[in-house]
C-alpha cells in the first residue's frame, strides 16, 4: 500500500518561508516522479512543483519559479517543496503526488498525500 503523508504546513506572514515534507512508503521511491500541487478554494489544483526520480531535473510553473524550490532524498523516502517569498495568493492545501511519468497535470497521479494547509497573512 502506497502512502504519503505531508507535514510542514502552517501560518506565515507575507514574505516568509516554509518546508513542506511528504514522507512516501509502499514503492521504490526513485522510480517514481514526485510532483507537488495546491488547491485553493474554489479553484482548480495546480501544479506547483515535479522532480525526477533521480531528482535531476524539475519543472515550475511561472507563478512559482525562482520562490519554490523541490528536491527529494530518495535515502529516506522524502521529497521536500522549500517556499520563499510567500504571497498571500499561495494561500492553499498543498499536496504531495506521485506518478511513474514526468507529468505536470494531475492526470496520471495515482497516489495523493492528505494534504497540508498553509496560509499567508498580508
Known amino acids: 500500500q502506497v502512502q504519503l503523508v505531508e507535514s510542514g504546513g502552517g501560518l506565515v506572514q507575507a514574505g516568509g518561508s516554509l518546508r513542506l515534507s511528504c514522507a512516501a512508503s509502499g514503492r521504490t521511491f526513485s522510480n517514481y516522479a514526485m510532483a507537488w500541487f495546491r488547491q485553493a478554494p474554489g479553484k482548480e489544483r495546480e501544479c506547483v512543483a515535479v522532480i525526477t526520480g533521480s531528482g535531476g531535473y524539475a519543472y515550475y510553473p511561472d507563478s512559482v519559479k525562482g520562490r519554490f524550490t523541490i528536491s527529494r532524498n530518495n535515502a529516506n523516502n522524502t521529497v521536500y517543496l522549500q517556499m520563499n517569498s510567500l504571497k498571500p495568493e499561495d494561500t492553499a492545501v498543498y499536496f504531495c503526488?506521485?506518478?511513474?511519468?514526468?507529468?505536470?497535470?494531475?492526470?496520471?497521479?495515482?497516489?495523493w498525500g492528505q494534504g497540508a494547509q498553509v496560509t499567508v497573512a498580508s
Open positions: 503526488a506521485t506518478s511513474r511519468l514526468f507529468r505536470t497535470g494531475k492526470d496520471g497521479y495515482d497516489y
